[in-house]
């Protein structure tokens, strides 16, 4: 079964700095995405990483994944408050029955202030 | 983008009613879907695997009598809520995944459910 764990789960910042926040999963997975969620909305797609050291930048967040180490990266880059959000990652489940399935990390509520 | 669209987008029944919730992609076909519960800052949890044709898949812990799917078409798939009571209340997602995206999944823009 595919565990997924993020850190940290919440996270305040200044405007200006800078963070990574963490997303550890337990088995084999090929592909990981990322998804922002604002409050009582619903998911919106950040980055879809689909090999080892993909490495995908949008403004300023760049995410990264290290599929031999079960690990991917969300940074944050010069932080400001439209940033504040919760954020998800998603590893793939690749394996027999579960093929498609996303198992969703905690999620980390991210909140920018002056 | 892929789009997916849900409907209702918040509904509130009384305890004991059935409530249905669709689920369509609107520009691609999507042979599977996926439901989600969400309660209040928690993250997403899969319910069930909905297949075009065929039964859903329900997550250990679902109860597929509580929670009906039917995936009626290539487009559209609904989740029916059976005898609501309050602890049904939550915020439920659908999600349909694109093949050659990288089998991204679009997700829908969600039903607030409240049980009263």
């Known amino acids: 079964e595919l565990k997924v764990e993020q850190n940290p789960l919440f996270l305040s910042m200044q405007e200006g700095k800078n963070y990574t926040i963490y997303c550890n999963y337990s088995?084999?997975?090929?592909?990981l995405y990322w998804y922002r969620q604002d409050p009582g909305k619903s998911l919106e797609s950040l980055f879809v990483l689909l090999s080892n050291g993909a490495v995908k930048q949008e403004g300023r967040l760049m995410a990264s994944l290290d599929t031999k180490a079960r690990l991917s990266t969300l940074h944050i880059t010069a932080a400001v408050h439209d940033l504040s959000a919760t954020y998800f990652c998603a590893p793939f489940n690749a394996g027999g029955t579960s093929y498609g399935k996303l198992t969703f990390g905690q999620g980390t509520i991210l909140t920018v202030h002056p | 983008g892929a789009v997916v669209s849900q409907h209702p987008s918040r509904v509130i029944c009384k305890s004991g009613t059935s409530v249905k919730i669709e689920c369509r992609s609107l520009?691609?076909?999507?042979?599977?879907m996926f439901w989600y519960r969400q309660f209040p800052k928690k993250s997403l949890m899969l319910m069930a695997t909905s297949n075009e044709g065929s039964k859903a898949t329900y997550e250990q812990g679902v109860e597929k009598d509580k929670f009906l799917i039917n995936h009626a078409s290539l487009t559209l798939s609904t989740l029916t809520v059976t005898s609501a009571h309050p602890e049904d209340s939550s915020f439920y997602i659908c999600s349909a995944p694109r093949l050659g995206e990288g089998y991204e999944q679009y997700f829908g823009p969600g039903t607030r459910l409240t049980v009263t």
């Open positions: 520009d691609f076909q999507a042979t599977t």
């Open positions: 088995t084999t997975s090929d592909r």
